[in-house]
């Protein structure tokens, strides 16, 4: 029997704690296995390790409106807009703005 993805990212990880892609695709894992404390606890460890990580705000914004935090939620898409500006990363400013903007309405700013 072969190991499942997240066994085998987990294994990975271990051998390498700070490696941004491995952080980021173990917190994507445990989200889509609606793991939501562990997907959180390893995308902000992510952000400690690699604050310029521009896809992880949009996916920890995310995480963070699914639980209803609205104000990391929007805190954290201003981070990442102000990072996507600076790394002139127009595709993740473009999404990081949209989905800001979206908040905005559902909070009725």
Same mark, same amino acid.
């Given at each position: 029997m072969s190991k499942d993805r997240l066994t085998t990212l987990? $294994?990975?990880l271990? #051998?390498?704690p700070e490696d941004s892609f491995l952080l980021f695709a173990v917190a994507k894992e445990y989200?889509?296995? $609606? $793991?939501? &404390? #562990?997907a =959180? =606890?390893?995308y902000t460890k992510l952000k400690s390790v $690699?604050? *310029?990580?521009?896809g992880l705000y949009y996916h920890l914004a995310k995480l963070y409106e699914a639980i209803n935090e609205d104000h990391l939620a929007m805190s954290t898409y201003n981070e990442g807009v102000?990072? +996507?500006q600076k790394l002139g990363d127009?595709?993740? =400013? &473009?999404?990081? *703005?949209? +989905?800001?903007t979206n908040l *905005? =309405? #559902?909070?009725?700013n």
């Open positions: 987990l $294994d990975y271990q #051998q390498k989200e889509q296995r $609606d $793991d939501l &404390s #562990q =959180l =606890l390893h $690699d604050p *310029n990580y521009i102000e990072l +996507a127009f595709h993740a =400013l &473009s999404e990081l *703005n949209n +989905a800001r *905005n =309405l #559902q909070l009725g």
